[in-house]
């Protein structure tokens, strides 16, 4: 479902950014999407990480196929030898399971986290084994549709600011914030444009 704010964001970055205008014009029937719930969107980020899109929905597909539902409860009783033969590392393996059970005995409230402000709940998830910053991010962008999160550490985004906006260098952290701070407050909006001008098809968490 299409964020409530996305057709206002896309036609105010649409007048201060060129580059921006384009790549909306190009993308107009696409828009940011979440595959599952708050458990499944972190879990998802998890497998993600340091792997190729191709690569993290492969393992995804055979570690769905390996349980019964993607819930606290399953992945909580899974094992490390079920995840590893889903193609997950040992470390990532780990991870998986203690995410499932913060959620399952209650120290992840999800249920609260819709009135936290961004770097309240970004302050809360990293205190999870294997949740860094990156990961946070992305949950709040894909899982409850923050418009204004800039993910600087996301190597996506700073290529295609090195792309877009510095004649293919790498920009330094102030270069992408001076970049950054013209986008917001819709600074996730420009971000997944960001995206798709390295990537056309989406990725959903």
């Given amino acids: 479902m299409k964020p409530r704010y996305w057709t206002r964001a896309t036609t105010e970055l649409s007048a201060r950014d060129p580059v921006l205008k384009k790549l909306i014009e ?18 998802r980020a998890i ?27 399953v992945i909580a009783a899974s094992t490390t030898e079920t995840l590893r033969s889903c193609g997950l590392s040992g470390q990532k393996s780990g991870y998986i399971l203690d995410l ?6 209650g120290r992840l409230q999800p249920a609260g986290w819709k009135r936290l402000p961004d770097e309240t709940l970004i302050a809360e998830l990293i205190r999870v084994k294997g949740i860094g910053r990156w990961t946070a991010e992305m949950f709040l962008i ?12 996301d190597l996506g985004l700073q290529n295609a600011i090195a792309l877009n906006y510095n004649r293919g260098r790498k920009p330094e952290p102030a270069r992408m914030q001076r970049v950054g701070d013209t986008w917001a407050p819709w600074r996730s909006v420009a971000t997944w444009y960001m995206w798709r001008s390295l990537e056309a098809t989406p990725v959903e968490y």
């Fill in 100 to 105: 499932a059970a913060h959620f399952y005995d």
């Fill in 142 to 153: 894909f899982n409850l549709a923050r418009p204004n999160v800039f993910p600087v550490g």
């Fill in 26 to 43: 190009q993308h107009h029937s696409l828009t940011v999407g979440s595959r599952g719930d708050a458990f499944q969107t972190l879990a």
């Fill in 47 to 73: 497998v993600g990480q340091q792997i190729s899109v191709k690569a993290a929905q492969s393992v995804w597909d055979r570690f769905v196929a390996a349980h019964s539902a993607v819930s606290p409860a």
